[in-house]
């Protein structure tokens, strides 16, 4: 029977995720982007584009100047080197000053001097230009992410709405399926049909616990401890009163006669308490001696076990027929020899 219920229970949950998929959707992904002033963001998204079009433009012209830089103080130290050698080597009588070729290649050294110094100001002109579009360029960065930090807000607000709505949307689904089943937990657990109603109480459940809590509303967590101490008030009111009233059916039931409270335990579920040690009529547990058979409930006179008016066996007081001779025991309850009489 709970093979049943479960087997329909996972049809029933199968179709409750189709209806589900194909109901209309209300949880679409909501960005941040979505609430930035758009113009704004727009006019940034182009100052970004043209400046980093100038930054390659400039990276470009930082390598030239380097590469033109390298290639003056090449020049010049292959000169210097070059005029160290000449004076080294040269055979000359007149005063250095006055030699011409010496003049020459000192214009030539001061020259690329110059040049050399010409180049190191281009290059760092053009590398202040790169860190000042850098510079620019993280600005922009900075405006940009104060307008998603501007937009938050908003953007909170809006994940609140949708978790809420969310929420009630799935709570519109899961609601009548709790409601119902407990009806069904109240009005029919006793039919024979119980296995049926037990997996729509199963498949109830599952739609509670995996449908609706995963997309309860956090709101700082306020939502899920309240709805968590609500549930477990109504279920700590449910089974105090359930258990009340358990109390109060065991005391009626047990002011009644042995015969009456006998006839209203089900055969089946008197076996298997039986079995268990446990008396039918109170739910108590049997007390025993090693030396004496257990014929009565000690807590609520309940007759357990009884003897065959035919064979003298002793029998479980519920069996319909003795064990030992298959006498109906239903006419021979009490009727053994040393069978103990019923209580008054």
């Known amino acids: 029977m709970w093979l049943l219920s479960f087997v329909f229970a996972s ?5 409750g995720g189709l209806v589900i998929q194909d109901l209309p959707r209300v949880d679409e992904p909501i960005q941040q982007a979505d609430f930035i002033d758009a113009d704004a963001y727009l006019t940034t998204e182009e100052q970004l584009e043209l400046l980093d079009q100038t930054r390659r433009t400039e990276e470009r012209q930082v390598q030239e100047a380097a590469t033109a830089l390298e290639t003056a103080a090449r020049e010049l130290a292959t000169a210097r080197t070059s005029l160290q050698n000449w004076l080294a080597t040269r055979r000359a009588t007149q005063q250095q000053e006055q030699d011409p070729e010496i003049l020459s290649r000192t214009r030539l050294l001061d020259e690329l001097e110059v040049r050399r110094l010409t180049a190191q100001e281009r290059l760092t002109a053009e590398q202040t230009e790169q860190q000042n579009i850098e510079r620019a360029i993280e600005d922009i960065h900075q405006t940009q992410r104060d307008l998603f930090e501007d937009a938050r807000p908003a953007y909170e607000g809006a994940i609140r709405e949708q978790e809420l709505r969310v929420f009630l949307y799935r709570l519109a689904l ?16 006793r039919t024979s049909y119980w296995p049926l109603y037990r997996g729509f109480v199963l498949f109830a459940l ?4 995996w449908e609706l809590v995963p997309y309860l509303p956090s709101y700082g967590g306020y939502v899920r ?15 105090i009163r359930g258990m009340n009233r358990y109390l109060e059916r065991k005391r009626e039931e047990e002011a009644r006669s042995e015969e009456e409270r006998r006839d209203d335990i089900d055969y089946e579920t008197a ?19 090693e030396d004496a058979t257990t ?5 609520c006179g309940l007759r357990l076990r009884t003897k065959c008016g035919s064979c003298g066996e002793t029998n479980i007081s519920f069996h319909h027929y003795c064990l030992s001779c298959g006498t109906p025991l239903e006419t021979a309850v009490g009727t053994g020899d ?3 009489p019923m209580p008054a």
């Open 11 to 15: 049809f029933l949950i199968g179709l």
């Open 338 to 340: 040393d069978a103990p």
């Open 206 to 209: 599952f739609a509670f616990f």
């Open 271 to 289: 076996l298997k308490k039986t079995k268990a040690k446990t008396c039918p009529g109170c739910d108590r547990k049997m007390e025993s001696r």
């Open 295 to 299: 014929f009565f409930c000690v807590h």
């Open 225 to 239: 401890y309240v709805v968590g101490i609500i549930l477990v008030a109504l279920a700590g009111i449910y089974a």
């Open 174 to 189: 899961t609601l009548p399926l709790l409601v119902v089943s407990a009806w069904f937990i109240k009005a029919k657990r």
